[in-house]
């Protein structure tokens, strides 16, 4: 007997944004008083950026990714205990360990014994911990999977750096994936290349009781830059061809949500330009969390619906880059 094709489907969506928004302007105002020179101007020519949210000072990945879980769990009709799996995508964990995911794990109730643990794999992490997830459940291993990206990067920020301290803000997002006969993931490619690890990292550890080396994100902008617009056109195309598809069946695409020349040149590159969701104007960069809090935001506006197929794409520090291609 041939058993039928398991798939995993994305069944609840949903995201938190921390209550400070910060404005290009805000925070130019906030950075001259250090010295430090920037404008509104520049950041929005340079980024599409014109704010961000910054989480408060008790509050943390593990706080934000509760909120954003709670409402996919809402969305997807499910008790948190019903969750198999608890996946946190995170850069910015709440300790070295216990993982954030445990945290999400207790937090919200779940006594179930479910595994939990986190995906390192900076701005892709969200792409890694789909990919990862949809594995799981192919396997037949798990039927309800919480996959979450969230991040509090203003905790490794300079803000005496201005060519990194403008760029990104915090924030969760939150899928519920589960098990179903119908597509689903339809495909997904994962990559890595760690010679390029210099080139955007938080380059220190903790050791003998203190950090060693340095806690605050160091970025080469034009580095990242010119490899991400590279990896990103090859990736899509790669989980495109998994497919079987053409460009043309996206429905939208939600790229990792960095900067709006990049996002807008891949799209390009696509004929995806007019299906691009973007929400990097109003959330800046939140790494791992930038690709589900897009999702979420489309989702619950009307613009993705069911049946229509979703590209998502991310690309980061490691360097790190994946796709990932989905009916809804
Ligand atoms: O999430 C992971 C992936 N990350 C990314 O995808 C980020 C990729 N990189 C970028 O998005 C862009 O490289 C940046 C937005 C970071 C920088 O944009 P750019 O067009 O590459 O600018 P640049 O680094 O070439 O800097 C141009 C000028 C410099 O001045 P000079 O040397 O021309 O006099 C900078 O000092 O802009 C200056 N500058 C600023 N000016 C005002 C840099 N940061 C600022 C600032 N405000 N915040």
Same mark, same amino acid.
């Given at each position: 007997?041939?058993?039928?094709?398991?798939?995993?489907?994305?069944?609840?969506?949903?995201?938190?944004?921390?209550?400070?928004?910060?404005?290009?302007?805000?925070? +130019?105002?906030?950075?001259?008083?250090?010295?430090?020179?920037?404008?509104?101007?520049?950041?929005?020519?340079?980024?599409?950026?014109?704010?961000?949210?910054? +989480?408060?000072?008790?509050?943390?990945?593990?706080?934000?990714?509760?909120? +954003?879980?709670?409402?996919?769990?809402?969305?997807?009709?499910?008790?948190?205990?019903?969750?198999?799996?608890?996946?946190?995508?995170?850069?910015?964990?709440?300790?070295?360990?216990?993982?954030?995911?445990?945290?999400?794990?207790?937090?919200?109730?779940?006594?179930?014994?479910?595994?939990?643990?986190?995906?390192?794999?900076?701005?892709?992490?969200?792409?890694?911990?789909?990919?990862?997830?949809?594995?799981?459940?192919?396997?037949?291993?798990?039927?309800?999977?919480?996959?979450?990206?969230?991040?509090?990067?203003?905790?490794?920020?300079?803000?005496?750096? !201005?060519?990194?301290?403008?760029?990104?803000?915090?924030?969760?997002?939150?899928?519920?994936?589960?098990?179903?006969?119908?597509?689903?993931?339809?495909?997904?490619?994962?990559?890595?290349?760690?010679?390029?690890?210099?080139?955007?990292?938080?380059?220190?550890?903790?050791?003998?009781?203190?950090?060693?080396?340095?806690?605050?994100?160091?970025?080469?902008?034009?580095?990242?830059?010119?490899?991400?617009?590279?990896?990103?056109?090859?990736?899509?195309?790669?989980?495109?061809?998994? +497919?079987?598809?053409?460009?043309?069946?996206?429905?939208?695409?939600?790229?990792?949500?960095?900067?709006? !020349?990049?996002?807008?040149?891949?799209?390009?590159?696509?004929?995806?330009?007019?299906?691009?969701?973007?929400?990097?104007?109003?959330?800046?960069?939140?790494?791992?969390?930038?690709?589900?809090?897009?999702?979420?935001?489309?989702?619950?506006?009307?613009?993705?619906?069911?049946?229509?197929?979703?590209?998502?794409?991310?690309?980061?520090?490691?360097?790190?880059?994946?796709?990932?291609?989905?009916?809804?």
């Amino acid at each position: 007997m041939t058993q039928s094709a398991i798939y995993s489907r994305v069944v609840g969506t949903g995201s938190y944004l921390p209550a400070r928004r910060v404005t290009n302007q805000q925070l +130019a105002e906030e950075l001259a008083t250090r010295g430090i020179e920037t404008s509104d101007e520049w950041i929005v020519a340079r980024t599409g950026i014109q704010a961000r949210h910054f +989480a408060a000072p008790d509050q943390t990945s593990s706080d934000m990714a509760v909120e +954003a879980a709670k409402r996919a769990l809402d969305m997807a009709g499910l008790n948190a205990d019903q969750i198999d799996l608890i996946m946190v995508a995170t850069s910015t964990p709440d300790f070295v360990f216990p993982s954030t995911a445990c945290l999400v794990q207790t937090k919200l109730g779940i006594t179930n014994g479910c595994a939990a643990f986190d995906i390192q794999a900076v701005c892709s992490g969200f792409a890694y911990a789909m990919a990862t997830a949809d594995n799981f459940i192919r396997s037949g291993a798990y039927r309800n999977v919480l996959v979450i990206g969230a991040e509090t990067f203003s905790r490794i920020l300079d803000f005496n750096d !201005r060519t990194t301290c403008v760029l990104f803000g915090d924030g969760a997002g939150a899928v519920v994936l589960q098990a179903s006969s119908e597509p689903g993931i339809l495909s997904s490619a994962l990559h890595a290349d760690g010679s390029h690890s210099n080139i955007l990292c938080v380059p220190g550890n903790v050791s003998g009781g203190a950090v060693q080396g340095e806690a605050f994100l160091y970025m080469d902008g034009q580095a990242v830059f010119k490899l991400a617009v590279k990896v990103l056109e090859k990736v899509a195309h790669e989980a495109l061809e998994k +497919a079987g598809l053409e460009a043309s069946a996206i429905d939208w695409l939600i790229p990792h949500q960095a900067n709006l !020349r990049i996002m807008t040149s891949t799209a390009r590159k696509l004929g995806a330009e007019e299906k691009m969701v973007v929400t990097v104007d109003q959330h800046g960069n939140t790494s791992a969390a930038s690709i589900p809090l897009a999702l979420d935001v489309a989702v619950r506006d009307g613009r993705i619906k069911a049946g229509q197929n979703v590209m998502i794409e991310g690309v980061g520090g490691g360097f790190t880059w994946g796709a990932v291609l989905f009916r809804m």
